[in-house]
């Protein structure tokens, strides 16, 4: 079955750096579109970033631009959210998603994993 599984989250003070990876599997990773989510206690999941299925085109949230970069290895069937200058409205629970018809940015993709928790202390 299709799998994604998220990695990289922790504890990290106010302007500091994660790298969070998802790595897939159940499917042809180059045929998807590739997301990032979080999803904060108490409030709505949001979109973060999107990647197109080579990497050619990009959307990030408007609050995460200049701060966040997605970008995938199709080889290592895997994507990548790097996380700098981190704030602490960056504290949520962050979620991959896969879609396979388009780039999306909001919540209609078909596959999902279960999280990496991220919390930016002040």
């Known amino acids: 079955q299709v799998q994604l599984v998220e990695s990289g989250g922790g504890l990290v003070q106010s302007g500091g750096s994660l790298r969070l990876s998802c790595a897939a599997s159940?499917?042809?990773?180059?045929?998807?579109?590739m997301g990032w989510f979080r999803q904060a206690p108490g409030k709505e999941r949001e979109f973060v970033a999107a990647i197109s299925r080579w990497g050619g085109t990009t959307y990030y949230l408007d609050s995460v631009k200049g701060r966040f970069t997605i970008s995938r290895d199709n080889a290592k069937n895997t994507v990548y959210l790097q996380m700098n200058s981190l704030k602490p409205e960056d504290t949520a629970v962050y979620y991959c998603a896969a879609r396979l018809a388009s780039i999306s940015t909001s919540n209609d993709y078909n596959y999902w994993g279960q999280g990496t928790p991220v919390t930016v202390s002040s």
């Open positions: 159940g499917l042809t990773f180059s045929s998807t579109y």
